[in-house]
C-alpha cells in the first residue's frame, strides 16, 4: 500500500444553480464515509447534500469531497421564506464514485458512476448535524469506493513525491467475466476484473500505466518473462 502523505484537497465540484445562499447556516461537522468491510474511510469522494422536495427537483445544498479519513464537513444557507420552500429543510446526502482526478464506473455501456444516497431528516430546524459513519449497505459494491481510495491516494503520492498533478483517470469495474486487470491508453481507463478489486498493488500498478501514458514516452509493455 502507497505510504499515507499529508492531504492535498481535491477541488470541489461546481457549485449547481440550484444551491440555496440565504441566512441559517447549517454545518456537518463529524460526518464520515467509511468502507467498513476494509475498516478505512473512503478517500475522495464527492458529496452532496440536498433538500428533499416533492413539488420540485430536489435543491443542491452543498458539495464537497471526503478527505483521506472518510471524513467531511459541509454548510449551506437556508431561508425558508423563498418560493416554494418549507421553512425547514429535509436533508439527504448523496455519495458519488468520482472526483477531479479519479472516477469509478460501471464497466456497461453508459459507464454509469456508483452513487448512494443517506436517510432522509426531515425538517431539520437546527444548525449542527452530524449524519454519523455511513458505509453502503451493499457489500458487494464496497470494492468500487475501495478502488477509488487507492487511485486517489495514487494520485496524491505522485504529487506530493514526484510533483505530477496528473489528470483524471477513470476505472471501470468490474469487467465481467475476466481475470486481472489492464489500461487502455487511448481513453486513459483501467479494467479491473473481480479477483483483483481488493487488490491494492494492482491498483498501483495501473495507476503507474497512467503515468507513464501522460508523463512517459513507451515502447508498449511485453509481459513475456520466459
Known amino acids: 500500500m502507497l505510504p499515507h502523505v499529508s492531504d492535498v484537497v481535491l477541488p470541489p465540484p461546481p457549485a449547481s444553480a440550484d444551491t440555496q445562499d440565504v441566512p441559517g447556516v447549517w454545518r456537518c461537522p463529524k460526518c ?3 468502507l467498513l468491510a476494509k475498516t478505512i474511510g473512503a478517500d475522495g469522494v464527492t458529496v452532496r447534500v440536498y433538500d428533499e422536495d416533492d413539488l420540485t427537483v430536489d435543491p ?3 458539495s464537497g469531497i471526503t478527505d483521506s479519513n472518510g471524513d ?3 454548510s449551506f444557507t437556508w431561508d425558508g421564506s423563498c418560493f416554494l420552500c418549507e421553512s425547514d429543510p429535509d436533508i439527504y446526502v448523496e455519495w458519488e464514485s ?3 482526478k479519479v472516477e469509478v464506473e460501471e464497466a456497461t455501456t453508459f459507464e454509469t458512476n456508483y452513487r448512494w444516497e443517506s ?3 426531515s425538517n431539520f430546524s437546527g444548525t449542527d448535524l452530524d449524519k454519523g459513519t455511513s458505509t453502503p449497505a451493499d457489500e458487494s459494491l464496497h470494492p468500487a469506493l475501495h478502488i477509488l481510495t487507492d487511485l486517489t491516494r495514487n494520485w496524491r503520492w505522485y504529487l506530493n513525491n514526484e510533483g505530477y498533478d496528473l489528470s483524471q483517470v477513470d476505472a471501470q469495474w468490474p469487467e465481467p467475466d475476466c481475470a486481472g486487470a489492464w489500461y487502455d491508453p487511448g481513453p486513459n481507463e483501467m479494467h479491473i476484473c473481480t479477483d483483483r478489486e481488493w487488490r491494492e ?3 498501483a ?4 500505466h497512467h503515468w507513464m501514458n501522460i508523463e512517459a514516452a513507451s515502447n508498449g509493455s511485453d509481459y513475456c518473462n520466459g
Not at 500498478?205 to 503507474?208: C, V, W
Open 119 to 121: 436517510g432522509t431528516t
Open 98 to 100: 468520482e472526483n477531479t
Open 201 to 203: 498493488d494492482t491498483h
Open 205 to 208: 500498478h495501473q495507476y503507474g
Open 72 to 74: 467531511y464537513d459541509v
Open 32 to 34: 464520515k464515509l467509511r
Open 60 to 62: 443542491l445544498l452543498a
